[in-house]
């Protein structure tokens, strides 16, 4: 499909049947490549979607919450949910969709799932063919085995929850960003002309949690999206703004429930055994 078609079709309305499976389809496909900084607007599907990236990293939104889904991740939308995506670079993003019901995750939202060389194949090889009939005995055999993969995937915790109030979401963008960035709340609050009582105050009325929480999930989810290009944990740590490896490898193994070194094994791990 050519560009401006593409772009028109998402253009025309939020809730896009253009490319739900048809009759006799169970699942359909499409795959695309977005130049850096494109933006897809707010739209739904009929149809539940895997959205997955070969190459790049994606920055989901839906509602007030933001999914980052860097490669050997996916991200799991159900039908009928908005959602809108921004490309930070050059993506090549291949998209499955459902037919609603056939897939039973765990989750009834929006889940980052990890991708396993298995399931990627999969993925590929449905997109190759186009789309998945049910009268096809390959085809369904095909289908199975991708249902399967997707609902035994782990999921991974890259979400983020928006604040609603301007001032507060000016000051979320500066951070989502530059994660690395040491500036204190009260310059940024200074910036954005609000005083720093408020945004905490918002911070916790809107997104559950204090700014500086919410700014430390910010800096994880950039870490996972890092763990996962191979980079080592001194990098990182001073990439997301801490100033030693130590405090970095203790927030991580609170909240993952081991160490990064031990994640990024972990989920290698999971890779060669599928």
């Given at each position: ?171 979320a963008q500066a951070v989502l960003s530059a994660p690395e960035q040491t500036k ?33 999930q910010v800096r994880l989810t950039k870490a996972v999206e890092l763990l996962v ?46």
């Open positions: 499909m050519a560009v401006c078609q593409y772009i028109s079709i998402m253009r025309q309305s939020k809730i896009l049947r253009a490319f739900d499976p048809k009759r006799g389809v169970s699942i359909a496909t499409l795959a695309y490549e977005y130049s850096a900084d494109f933006q897809v607007p707010e739209h739904a599907h009929g149809a539940d979607q895997l959205i997955y990236a070969i190459r790049g990293v994606m920055e989901v939104f839906s509602g007030q919450s933001m999914w980052l889904v860097p490669p050997r991740f996916a991200l799991w939308v159900p039908a009928k949910t908005y959602h809108r995506i921004h490309m930070p670079g050059a993506v090549s993003m291949r998209t499955l969709y459902f037919r609603p019901g056939l897939v039973h995750m765990r989750s009834s939202g929006n889940t980052v799932l990890h991708v396993t060389p298995l399931l990627r194949e999969l993925t590929l090889e449905t997109v190759r063919i186009g789309r998945l009939r049910t009268r096809q005995h390959h085809e369904r055999a095909l289908r199975d085995l991708v249902i399967l993969h997707l609902e035994i995937a782990s999921p991974v915790p890259t979400f983020v929850a928006l604040p609603k109030d301007e001032r507060a979401l000016h000051v204190s709340l009260a310059a940024m609050c200074s910036d954005a002309g609000v005083s720093v009582r408020t945004i905490q105050r918002v911070f916790r009325q809107d997104t559950g949690t204090s700014f500086e929480l919410w700014r430390r290009q191979g980079r080592s944990v001194k990098e990182i740590t001073f990439w997301i703004g801490y100033r030693q490896p130590s405090a970095f490898v203790e927030i991580f193994r609170r909240t993952f429930g081991m160490p990064p070194k031990a994640w990024a094994a972990r989920l290698e791990k999971l890779n060669q055994e599928s």
